[in-house]
């Protein structure tokens, strides 16, 4: 297979074209290197025996629309996006220009390169809104009202790619994502809750909880993560697919884990007040992945939080 993905660089995206270049599959990164880093990718370009490129261009430029094009990608994977939901309640047009124009120059490259597919990395956190805690798990018939522009731009993508679908015989598979972790993960993003609270335990310095801690995300480990991906660029056409775990587990609860598996139990969070607009509480219900991809998560939160730590205690001082 011939692959693009972009956002390449990132967390996500690299240990992607980790797992593509291992099946021995063809691929081109596009990445603007503003979040993602080639550190990233230094195991993965290192290799001779490996088809890989990558190309720095911001999928904003029009730039873009023309390199995939030219590339003629199989299967484009979506994963570029300004990903933080403060930045854009703060730049909401920021926001739109990165996940809306730069996702539409993303399909017409697609388009006009002949790819077959598009897999989405849409989110799972908010397009949903603020479910009541009843409808949670949240199943992907729930109503997409989100409450972010950050989800609001995912949200009109899915709308796009349906669109492309019907329009252009574009087949795609979105992704909602729960909140991902694991090995590469920039602790200063904003869903890094697992890779800050990694950083700080290991360093032995307090670590900050937002509100009562009792908060709940649905924490699913990037390598099943990633095994999404690659089943949704062969199943799951025209399917949006919740990839999360279906379980809640608080902040409270995983620093707790963390600690015990730092070594540090008696090393107490510090409370600080609760951030504005945050949810409550959040899951989503895997059953559609499991039927229609084939997918399910196998990575305990215990397994997973346990290799963070490890992959963090190995790269003390680099950069993410």
Known sequence: MKAIVTGGAGFIGSTLVDRLLAEGHAVDVIDDLSTGSLRNLN????????DLRVHQVD??????????ARLEPEVVFH?????????????????????????LNVLE?????GARKVVF???????????DPSDLPVRESHPQQPISPYGVAKKVVGD?????????????????????????????????????FAGRLLAGETCTVFGDGRQTRDFVYVDDVVDAFVRGAERGGGLICNIGTGQETSVSELYHVMAVQAGLPDLGPMLAPARPGELARSALDPARARIQLGWE?????????????????????TKP
């Open 59 to 68: 999928i904003r430029s029009p730039e873009v629309v023309d390199l995939i």
């Open 121 to 131: 990395a849409s989110s799972g956190g908010t397009i949903y809104g603020d479910p």
């Open 109 to 113: 490259g697609a388009r006009s390169g």
């Open 79 to 103: 994963l570029a996006a300004q990903a933080d939901v403060r930045v854009s309640v703060a730049r909401p047009v920021f926001d739109a220009e990165v996940n809306i124009i730069g996702s």
């Open 43 to 50: 195991e993965a370009r290192s290799d001779r025996a490996h």
């Open 297 to 317: 998560p196998w990575t305990t939160l215990e397994e997973g939080t346990r290799q963070v730590l490890d992959w963090f205690a190995g790269n003390a001082g």
């Open 160 to 196: 796009y790619l349906h669109a492309y679908r019907v329009l252009h015989d574009l087949e795609f598979t979105a992704l909602a994502l729960a909140n991902v972790y694991g090995p590469r993960q920039d602790p200063h993003g904003e869903a890094g809750v697992v890779a800050i």
